[in-house]
């Protein structure tokens, strides 16, 4: 039986990709919850209030996997990625940042493949294969 992952964040300024990547992940029936934002800025502040609130030990609500979009209005994903970095150390988990993108521009790939944070790289749209697959990937002990 596998295990379910504790937080899904997803991060695209898209509604209805939102809505149709919460049910996806819905249908796999693969975490105990899934949060949306819909900027980058919004996600950061979500994980910022969060580190500010809790303590080391309690991570129920910080994401396990978060699928980021790169071409966003006002703060896109590498802008997010930078920001993300600058989060205290200590309150970030492993967490897995997997860049969903419509790019077809080799360099944003490269670009992810040279950053720490970023797992993953994978071309739009997000399905339920796809997203079996990095469960797989990056969570193996509990896929």
């Known amino acids: 039986m596998k295990k379910k992952l ?3 964040l997803l991060i695209d300024d898209d509604e209805p990709t ?3 990547y919460k049910m ?3 249908e796999a029936d693969c975490t105990s919850e899934t949060l949306i934002a819909q900027s ?3 996600a950061l502040n979500y994980l910022e209030k969060f580190c500010e609130k809790n303590s080391l030990e309690d991570f129920t609500h910080f994401p396990d996997l978060i699928f980021l979009d790169i071409n966003m209005p006002c703060m896109n994903g590498w802008e997010f990625l930078e920001k993300y970095k600058e989060l205290k150390k200590g309150f ?3 967490t897995i940042v997997v860049m969903l993108s419509t790019s077809l521009n080799p360099d944003d790939v490269t670009r ?3 950053m720490p944070e970023v797992a993953g790289f994978r071309h739009k749209p997000l399905s339920i294969p796809m997203l079996n697959e990095i469960l797989k990937e990056f969570f193996p002990a509990d896929y």
Request: net charge negative.
């Open 112 to 114: 992810a493949e040279g």
């Open 24 to 26: 996806i992940v819905s």
């Open 92 to 94: 970030k988990k492993e």
């Open 6 to 8: 504790n937080c899904i």
């Open 40 to 42: 980058a800025s919004e």
């Open 18 to 20: 939102n809505f149709l």
